[in-house]
C-alpha cells in the first residue's frame, strides 16, 4: 500500500489517501506536481479518491497545495517507513 500525502498551505495536518499500486500514486503524484507548476491565477480542483477507505473523497484546491509526498506502508513490523527524509548515519 502507497500512501500519497498533501501538504496544505494555512493547514499544520496533511492530508492523505493511499492506493495499492505505485503506478496509481505516482500518476497522481505527478498531476499534482505539473499543477503546482502553473501559475496561481489558475484555479483547479482535483479529486483524489482512497483504495483502503473506498468511501474516502477529498478535494483540493491545488493552488492551495504546498508539499507532496509518497510514501509505502509496509506490513513488516507493524509500521510504516517514516515519511519524509532522513539520514542514515552508519
Not at 493511499?18 to 503506478?23: A, R
Not at 473506498?54 to 493552488?63: F, G, P
Request: with cysteine; charged share 30%; proline share 3%.
Amino acid at each position: 500500500m502507497y500512501s500519497l500525502e498533501l501538504g496544505l498551505r494555512y493547514s499544520p495536518f496533511p492530508i492523505s489517501i493511499q492506493k495499492k499500486e505505485f503506478e496509481d500514486v505516482k500518476r497522481i503524484y505527478d498531476e499534482i506536481k505539473h499543477y503546482m507548476n502553473e501559475t496561481l491565477e489558475t484555479s483547479n480542483l482535483i479529486e483524489l479518491s482512497c483504495d483502503k477507505v473506498q468511501d474516502k473523497l477529498i478535494t483540493v484546491r491545488t493552488k492551495e497545495i504546498i508539499s507532496v509526498q509518497i510514501y509505502e506502508k509496509s506490513s513488516v513490523a507493524g509500521g510504516a517507513k517514516r515519511p519524509g527524509f532522513s539520514l542514515n548515519v552508519d
